[in-house]
């Protein structure tokens, strides 16, 4: 079965730090990545997936997450915080052998400081 | 033009209500979903229809019944809520097969 541990549930940058999120998958066979940001009161929208091509996948908002199957980790990082990027930042993995269902990290609040 | 659409955006009703939340995708997806998001933000896939088909149904309580009237549309409709039903319930669609996963903006439910 599928599943999926992201370290800390709330993560404090300064703005212009680097942001790391991190996130580790469990799964049966090669996953589908994704990282999703929510904001306030609002839905998910895709930063970025993993589909098996390039390990290094680059998403929207300057953030980019590696694939490294050696580790079973997808972590997400973007070089400089801006203030807009505080928000809930969520990790899924999905399988076909599961339905294509999304099964999604506990996630991790990203706060700004300014 | 909203992709994946869902009403109401809120909902507050009293324990023992039956309600029903509508989702509506122009995409042309095959696959529609419904998650549970908690107090804690946790996100949990509910159920999963494919062209009308049932095809994930995740132990959800019985008094929890999507309807799919054809694979534009997949509702949900929730008997005797209880407190513990209030959550933002998200309707999300794909392709079959495909990753590529479109999310409505939610609907917050309150059971008071």
């Known amino acids: 079965a599928q599943s999926v541990t992201q370290l800390g549930s709330h993560v404090s940058v300064s703005e212009g730090a680097l942001v790391l999120l991190r996130c580790n998958y469990s799964s049966s066979v090669p996953p589908y990545l994704f990282w999703y940001v929510q904001y306030p009161n609002q839905g998910l929208q895709l930063l970025l997936k993993?589909?098996?091509?390039?390990?290094l996948v680059k998403g929207i908002n300057g953030f980019e997450a590696e694939f490294k199957k050696s580790e079973t980790s997808f972590h997400l990082t973007k070089p400089s915080a801006h203030m807009s990027d505080a928000a809930e930042y969520f990790c899924?993995?999905?399988?076909?052998?599961?339905?294509?269902?999304?099964?999604f990290g506990g996630g991790t609040r990203v706060l700004v400081k300014p | 033009d909203t992709a994946v659409s869902q009403t109401p955006k809120y909902l507050v009703t009293q324990m023992g209500n039956d309600k029903s939340i509508k989702c509506e995708q122009n995409?042309?997806?095959?696959?529609m979903y419904w998650y549970k998001q908690d107090s804690k933000k946790f996100l949990k896939i509910m159920f999963s229809?494919?062209?009308?088909?049932?095809?994930i149904n995740e132990t959800v309580p019985n008094r929890f019944s999507p309807k799919s009237p054809d694979k534009a549309h997949l509702n949900l409709h929730i008997n005797s809520l209880e407190l513990g039903d209030s959550a933002v319930y998200f309707c999300?669609?794909?392709?079959?097969?495909?990753?590529?996963?479109?999310f409505g903006s939610g609907t917050r439910l309150t059971v008071v």
């Open positions: 993993y589909t098996s091509a390039a390990t």
């Open positions: 899924a993995v999905s399988e076909k052998a599961a339905g294509n269902k999304l099964t």
């Open positions: 229809y494919n062209n009308k088909e049932l095809i």
């Open positions: 995409l042309g997806h095959d696959t």
């Open positions: 999300a669609s794909s392709q079959q097969g495909g990753v590529d996963y479109t």
